[in-house]
């Protein structure tokens, strides 16, 4: 068994992660597996409670391990990264590229009024019909995203007899519609779930969650459908490449936006 180095500059606290680290590493524990909690941690090492919950703290901030209050700690799940907002694909095609498996959960699908908001996204007179698609989507069945999306009725108007709840809405607007999708605007913020967002994501109410916006564009630069996206905070990270270019051509900082929008 390892031991505190008490000799080492090191504080103990950041030896203490290191040998969480290790033990996980070296039994192979998979995440959902249990780990030794607070009392357990300082028995064994010889170090404090405020060493122990300060190491367990950053290990759980790193995403390394998860604490559940009442239950104890745990191997943390792995965070799927996700290429959504430097590329223009959709989740279908950024899980099925990683050999995960996506399924939804159609839970609205019908045509109405475009309130001032999704009007003014899509380019359309309020009151314009567009087709509203809210989808819980699963990632090897377990809860992942909840979309609430619109799309101007004339760009599909066969939609609602489709079954969406394992293809592609890209594939199946450029395949089955002749729709070219050209380019998209994304943004993600960080937010909070309500407790009907909670309840449909299998978290608790209050957990972290990223919301993912996007409006997206086709060949003649009409907006082809919009949404709004609420990623498990627990479960996703988005990544970006970055390139570097010269000041002369860098554009100009993006303004930041203070929200109080809440998620459903």
Do not use: C, N
């Not at 019908?110 to 314009?128: I, K």
């Not at 299998?202 to 459908?225: C, F, K, N, Q």
């Amino acid at each position: 068994m390892r031991a505190i180095d008490r000799s080492s500059p090191l504080p103990f606290y950041h030896q203490l992660k290191q040998i969480i680290v290790a033990e996980i590493e070296e039994r192979q524990l998979a995440p959902g597996d249990r780990l030794s909690g607070d009392h357990e941690l300082s028995a064994r090492y010889d170090v404090s409670r405020t060493v122990v919950r300060q190491a367990l703290s950053e290990l759980e901030t790193e995403g390394v391990i998860a604490r559940v209050k009442g239950r104890g700690t745990f191997v943390a799940p792995e965070k799927t990264g996700e290429g959504l907002v430097q590329s223009l694909t959709g989740l279908y095609e950024d899980v099925a590229a990683r050999g995960s498996q996506l399924r939804s959960e159609v839970r609205r699908l019908e045509v109405v009024p475009a309130d001032e908001h999704v009007a003014a996204e899509l380019h359309l007179e309020v009151g314009a019909p567009v087709i509203a698609l809210e989808r819980l989507r699963f990632v090897d069945d377990e809860p992942w995203v909840l979309v609430l999306g619109h799309l101007p009725l004339h760009v599909a108007p066969a939609l609602l007899d489709e079954d969406l709840s394992r293809q592609s809405l890209y594939a199946l607007l450029e395949q089955a519609y002749g729709v070219v999708i050209r380019h998209g605007r994304r943004s993600v913020e960080a937010s909070v779930a309500s407790a009907q967002l909670a309840s449909s994501l299998a978290i608790s109410e209050g957990d972290a969650v990223l919301v993912l916006r996007s409006t997206v564009y086709g060949g003649d630069e009409h907006p082809v459908e919009m949404f709004v996206a609420y990623h498990r905070g627990d479960r996703s990270r988005f990544e970006v490449d970055l390139t570097r270019s010269t000041a002369t051509q860098s554009p100009p900082l993006p303004l930041m936006r203070v929200t109080d929008e809440s998620p459903p």
